[in-house]
C-alpha cells in the first residue's frame, strides 16, 4: 500500500507536468494574442514549480540539504565564473561571432533576445557547476 505522503509528492510531480504541458501548449497557441497572457501562464507555471520544491525540500534530509547547498553556492558560483571567463575570452580572441546562431525562421535577434541568451548561457553555466560540486560531495561522503 502506498502512503499518503508518497501520493501527495507524486500528485505534486503530476501537477507540474500537467502544468508544464500546458505551459508549452500556451506558447504555441495562444503566443500570437501576445506576450501578456504567455508571462502570466509563466508565472503561473513558476508558482506551481516553487510549491513542488518547498514539499521536496521539507521531505529533504539534513545531509542532502547540506550538499544542495553547498553545491548552489560554490558550483553556481564558479559556473558562473567560469561562464563569464569563457564568453569573455571568446569574445576577445574573435571566435566566430554569435550571429552565426541559427534563430526560428522570422525571428530577428535583437537586443532582448541576445540578453535572453545570454541569461540561458549563464544559468547553463551554474547548473554545470553545480552538478559538478553535487556529485563531488557525494563521491567524497561515500
Not at 510531480?13 to 501562464?41: E, K, N
Not at 553547498?70 to 571567463?85: C, H, I, K, N, Q
Request: hydrophobic share 60%; proline share 5%.
Amino acid at each position: 500500500m502506498v502512503d499518503r505522503r508518497t501520493l501527495r509528492i507524486a500528485g505534486w510531480y503530476g501537477a507540474a507536468i500537467v502544468a508544464v504541458a500546458a505551459g508549452a501548449v500556451a506558447i504555441r497557441v495562444w503566443a500570437p494574442l501576445g506576450s501578456g497572457f504567455v508571462s502570466v501562464a509563466s508565472l503561473a507555471l513558476v508558482a506551481v514549480v516553487l510549491v513542488m520544491a518547498g514539499q521536496a525540500w521539507r521531505g529533504t534530509d539534513e545531509a542532502a540539504r547540506e550538499a544542495h547547498k553547498v553545491a548552489w553556492f560554490w558550483g553556481g558560483s564558479f559556473g558562473a565564473l567560469a561562464t563569464f571567463t569563457a564568453l569573455a575570452t571568446l569574445h576577445l580572441f574573435g571566435v566566430p561571432r554569435l550571429e552565426a546562431i541559427p534563430f526560428p525562421p522570422g525571428a530577428r535577434p535583437g537586443p532582448l533576445m541576445w540578453m535572453m541568451l545570454g541569461a540561458a548561457v549563464l544559468v547553463l553555466g551554474q547548473a554545470v557547476g553545480y552538478a559538478l560540486v553535487w556529485a563531488g560531495w557525494w563521491l567524497k561522503r561515500r
